[in-house]
């Protein structure tokens, strides 16, 4: 996780497994791709992600993309 950055701004940990955004479901790295490129710096989005304590939405300002 890169500090500073819109994820760990909006709490999104190691380990965390990204299972949607907004309300579409994230299956793997193409869908989490294409569901990320539909959007805009600026956009906020709902990430939902699942932890070792269980399912969370967490808000997210997205970024530049870098590097």
Not at 14 to 28: F, K, L, P, S
Not at 43 to 64: A, C, F, N, Q, Y
């Amino acid at each position: 996780m890169i500090q500073g950055s819109a994820a760990d701004r909006a709490g999104v940990q190691a380990g965390d497994i990204i299972t949607g955004i907004d309300d579409q479901a994230i299956t793997g790295v193409q869908a989490l791709q294409e569901a990320l490129a539909a959007h805009q710096p600026g956009d906020r989005i709902t990430l939902k992600v699942r932890r070792d304590d269980g399912d969370h939405s967490l808000s997210v300002t997205l970024g530049e993309q870098t590097g």
